[in-house]
């Protein structure tokens, strides 16, 4: 069984930085990507950044600059530095990573239970 499990949300003032954590942990035997979406209330889900096992990593053009993410693959986290903060990033964040639980090389989807971030204006 496979679990990701977010912390770092909470309430900021515009302008503000928060960092998001997300650890998998359970049965995993290889990760591909690791990546962060949100949801803001009466909007899809929207991706945020995503980051590849070779570092490589993806943003949305609303959080470029503003936004890194990292991993650390010996703990098998992914983090979400979120600077310069705005009322239009509230929203609750899912940590998404696409893993491989067994040596078979198959690959699945699996999602965090999700951390409210709140940025006040």
């Known amino acids: 069984q496979v679990q990701l499990v977010e912390s770092g949300g909470g309430l900021v003032q515009a302008g503000g930085s928060l960092r998001l954590s997300c650890a998998a942990s359970?049965?995993?035997?290889?990760?591909?990507?690791m990546g962060w979406y949100r949801q803001a209330p009466g909007k899809q889900r929207e991706l945020v950044a995503v980051i590849i096992s070779g570092g490589r990593t993806n943003y949305a053009d609303s959080v470029k600059g503003r936004f890194t993410i990292s991993r650390d693959n010996a703990k098998n986290t992914v983090y979400l530095q979120m600077n310069s903060l705005k009322p239009e990033d509230t929203a609750v964040y899912y940590c998404?990573?696409?893993?491989?639980?067994?040596?078979?090389?198959?690959?699945?989807?699996?999602w965090g239970q999700g951390t409210q971030v709140t940025v006040s204006s």
């Open positions: 998404n990573a696409e893993l491989s639980p067994y040596s078979d090389g198959k690959y699945f989807r699996y």
């Open positions: 359970g049965s995993i035997f290889s990760i591909n990507t």
